[in-house]
């Protein structure tokens, strides 16, 4: 349950976030979500990684279908230099969960520190 | 102990966050870059997306509304005119903003802000060349003119009210990409715009490289290689017009010839040159020949071909006018197009107006330059060149004045443009850098009602100069080869010209009433290609290096249609005939030794001799005949230049030609290098058996055919093949109409039947959008390449509702 609760949080707080703050505020997200609610470091790393892999990939899935994918083949062949938008799509949902999920596990261990 | 877990997850993610918001380690700062709420999806606009929108913008005096139809052009309908200007701004930055950005940027010589150290020598060249100068006089200039003051005043601000609406996540998608931010736009970057066009169109000049090439060859050799008259020539003006006495007597200095002109001395510097192709047609023809009765104009100018687009088409509608035709972001007005009562279009004159003055000053600190017989001081422009990662690059170049103009000395001892090792000082003399009011034609044209309107609208166009075509309503056609030109004398600016006195200087301006012009000329057409304007009995010198070969044909079509239609007249804009070909494929028939040619040789051969001499896409016969000129080319004069100077004038592209057809015995046939004497069938031959070498080549690649050989494109501005559209189904070449080269050709075809009701069509090479996100980013090019057009749009008040309106913007106070 807390777990779930993590996850959903650390995605809704980080939706939030950056509609008024830099990118990177998905890192203080996770953190402060997981430094809240008491997990394991591993499940916080877990549910944040997952959080951010949803949000992240789903609104970039959601955006690229809405553009028939015209700029993610694009971008991709930029970026990634292989025209493929799910790779982008892909790319793009594990930076912001590896972001996400490190926060969150520092999170996590300066709640077990101060414990 | 537990801190240690905790203080190295948080490096960690401290390390994360910095590596994916910079590009320090990565080469794009990734995290910025894809978060879906701040980076480059940001700018994939949904296809259904909507562009209605309601905006209050302090700056606006009435009421604008702008209706934009399926191919997302807008129609502007304005209370008041400078509101349409204000609006036209806003529209350009909504859409174009970055594309502005980076020319002005390229124009006025600071691309190293934006791409670091490599930017520098382009950007040293742009200044030393006065660009920036240029552009401080012409702001002057037209600031002194109320009504384009204000019209600017309106443009810029509707610019910054776009910009000032934007977040880190609706930036256009290259600002992320190469990570910087829009900067304010000003009235002197409109005419740093403009001067970018006058750099374009009226820069290009082979001082350097024709003095080298008077220094390295004898004076036999030189006048052969580079003929100062074209015998294939048909210029714009008819031969036999007669044209209004003579004011102006240009002198040639005394000993111009021996003394200067046969210097031995090479020049070790070498500026960057806009495109040599960059031309155009024009043509308009009278009722008597079209099938309505009206006049036609239809107009192609030949640009390099960009994503996003030179152009952004529009409609202004205000009260006291109703235009519609291309604009170009960076500047208020359309540009080329039709209004109520007429229709316009531009093609390049192509003078030479920019001269190179070597100059000699007393030492090394160049304080004080010698001019006739004395001691001059030096002025100095001191220019601080930004560069991303790198501290300022503080550039100091000296002006001299020469009669009453100041010019900077672009090259000396620390600079060379693309060479190394000059030590000599250069001063240039550049038409561009006189005061001039250029966007008052525009503001004039736009509202022209008939002939004596269009004629005080384009004499305010002094630099660049441009053939003017005109036709109106009331029947009228007419050509003006405007601009205002410097009065030479013979061969005056061929060369490098000595700076110490003044007796080399333009003498003078060919006075505007001895500007060579056609007003309905009895053949019934006027037209332009950029070849040479009149012939040999006009009084001014004129240059020697034109491209002759589009204007023939157009001349010779147009003088052989009657009846004609606007469906014709695309016809023709799109026509792959290449007369070139016509003029030289009968060499290559004629003098080929067939019983030299091999299996595979002769069936090429076949190919050569039943070509329809089309450049069209799937030719193999025109790839085949290319390669062989080339090769021709190459081997007839690669002897003689075998030892020349790296900065040095290549023969002119017509000379050869005629050359050989003149006499066969043409001296460059013999190749020096070798004891024996070549021939004219001997040089056509092994020329020939070299290109088959290549056409195999390519057969097997699959890209014999003439598009896939000369892979049209057009490219991203910054070159991300991405954001291209490369290799393009399109036919035509150098030679045709339709002058679609590698990158560069028609950048808009317009043709305009004007009818009681205006019948017009037009396409260019790109789309609406300049956002690589958008279905509107290139919508144009397949129907630009297939030769097909779009039908214009002149919208009326009472058409609000019609089915092809498709949003609505309004814009008030």
Known sequence: MKFLISLILTALISFAACLYLPWWSIAVAAFVVAALIPQKPGKAFLSAFLALLLLWGGLSFWISNGNEHILAHKVSLLILKMDNPYLLILATGLVGALVAAFAALTGAYLRRSAA | ?813
Request: one cysteine or more.
């Open chain 2, 1 to 813: 102990m537990r801190i240690i877990p905790f203080l190295a997850s948080a490096v960690v993610t401290g390390g994360l966050v910095t590596v994916l918001n910079t590009s320090l380690v990565l080469p794009a700062p990734l995290g910025k870059l894809l978060s879906p709420q701040h980076g480059v999806w940001q700018n994939a606009e949904p296809v259904n997306k909507s562009f209605s929108e309601d905006l209050k913008l302090p700056g606006l005096n009435g009421k604008t509304d702008v209706y934009f139809d399926e191919r997302l052009v807008p129609h502007i309908f304005a209370e008041q005119e400078n509101d349409a200007y204000f609006v036209q701004g806003y529209l350009h930055a909504k859409f174009r903003l970055w594309q502005m950005e980076l020319q002005t940027f390229a124009a006025a010589g600071r691309v190293s802000e934006i791409l670091g150290e490599k930017g520098l020598q382009h950007d040293r060249e742009f200044r030393r060349l006065g660009m920036v100068y240029a552009a401080e006089i012409a702001l002057a200039e037209g600031e002194k003119d109320p009504v384009i003051k204000s019209e600017c005043d309106a443009y810029t601000a509707g610019v910054n009210a776009y910009i000032e609406t934007l977040t880190e996540s609706s930036l256009p998608l290259e600002y992320k990409l190469i990570g910087f931010k829009p900067e304010k736009w000003s009235n002197l970057k409109s005419f740093i715009f403009l001067k970018y066009m006058s750099y374009d169109l009226a820069a290009r000049e082979d001082d350097f490289e024709m003095t080298n090439a008077r220094g390295f060859f004898s004076d036999s050799v030189f006048n052969r290689l580079f003929p100062a008259i074209q015998d294939s020539l048909d210029p714009i003006i008819p031969k036999g017009t007669v044209f209004a006495p003579q004011k102006i007597f240009p002198k040639a200095p005394v000993g111009a010839d021996s003394v200067y002109l046969n210097n031995k001395e090479l020049v070790m510097a070498e500026a960057s040159q806009p495109d040599r192709d960059n031309g155009s047609n024009n043509w308009a023809v009278s009722g008597s020949k079209t099938s309505t009765g009206a006049p036609i104009l239809c107009n192609d100018p030949h640009l390099g071909l960009n994503l996003p687009s030179l152009w952004y088409e529009l409609q202004l509608s205000v009260p006291g006018f109703n235009a519609y035709g291309v604009s170009f972001p960076g500047a208020p007005g359309v540009i080329i197009g039709y209004n109520d009562s007429c229709a316009f279009g531009f093609t390049n004159g192509g003078r030479d107006v920019r001269e190179y003055y070597e100059i000699k000053f007393r030492d090394e600190k160049r304080e004080e330059y010698s001019f006739n017989g004395e001691w001059k001081k030096t002025k100095w422009r001191i220019d601080t060149i930004g560069i991303k990662g790198k501290p300022d690059f503080i550039d100091s170049v000296a002006y001299v004045q020469m009669g009453n103009d100041w010019c900077p000395v672009m090259f000396d001892p620390t600079f060379s443009g693309k060479r190394t090792g000059n030590k000599k000082n250069y001063a240039v003399r550049w038409k561009a850098h006189d005061a001039s009011n250029e966007l008052k034609i525009f503001n004039m044209l736009n509202r022209a009602k008939n002939y004596a309107d269009y004629q005080a609208a384009v004499t305010n166009l002094h630099t660049p100069g441009q053939n003017c075509a005109f036709a109106c309503k009331n029947g009228d056609i007419a050509i003006r080869t405007q601009g205002e030109w410097p009065a030479k004398w013979k061969g005056q600016g061929d060369f490098v010209m000595p700076g110490t006195d003044s007796s080399y200087l333009w003498q003078g301006m060919i006075p505007q009433d001895e500007v060579p012009y056609q007003y309905n000329p009895e053949r019934g057409f006027i037209s332009s290609a950029n070849q040479k304007p009149v012939d040999e009995s006009y009084p001014y010198y004129l240059g020697r290096n034109y491209p002759p070969y589009r204007g023939i044909y157009i001349n010779k079509r147009l003088s052989a249609m009657n009846n004609i239609t606007p469906q014709d007249m695309m016809q023709l804009q799109t026509d792959n005939y290449d007369v070139f070909a016509e003029t030289a494929l009968p060499v290559f028939i004629k003098n080929m030794k067939l019983n030299e040619l091999n299996a595979e040789e002769k069936k090429y051969f076949d190919l050569l001799v039943a070509w329809d001499k089309r450049d069209d896409v799937n030719s193999q016969a025109a790839t085949i005949f290319d390669l062989t000129w080339n090769h021709f080319d190459d081997t007839v004069y690669n002897d003689e230049y075998a030892k020349a100077p790296a900065v040095i004038m290549q023969p002119f592209e017509s000379s050869l030609v005629e050359g050989v057809l003149k006499d066969s015995a043409y001296p460059f046939l013999d190749n020096i290098s070798t004891p024996q004497k070549e021939t004219l069938a001997d040089q056509v031959t092994a020329a020939f058996k070299s290109a088959c070498k290549k056409a195999a080549v390519l057969a097997s690649e699959g890209k014999l055919e003439w598009a896939k050989y000369k892979h049209t494109g057009v490219n991203h501005l910054a070159r991300l093949a991405p954001l291209s559209r490369l290799n393009l189904p399109i036919g035509g070449g150098n030679h045709c109409i339709n002058a679609a080269k590698a990158d560069h050709g028609p950048s808009w075809r317009m043709v305009i039947s004007l009818t009681a009701k205006t019948e017009a069509y037009g396409v260019y090479p790109g789309g609406q959008s300049g956002n690589p996100g958008s279905k509107f980013y290139d919508s144009f090019i397949d129907q630009w390449a297939a030769g097909k057009y779009y039908s214009l749009w002149m919208m009326t008040a009472a058409e609000k509702t019609d089915a092809r309106v498709k949003w609505k913007m309004t814009f008030s106070k």
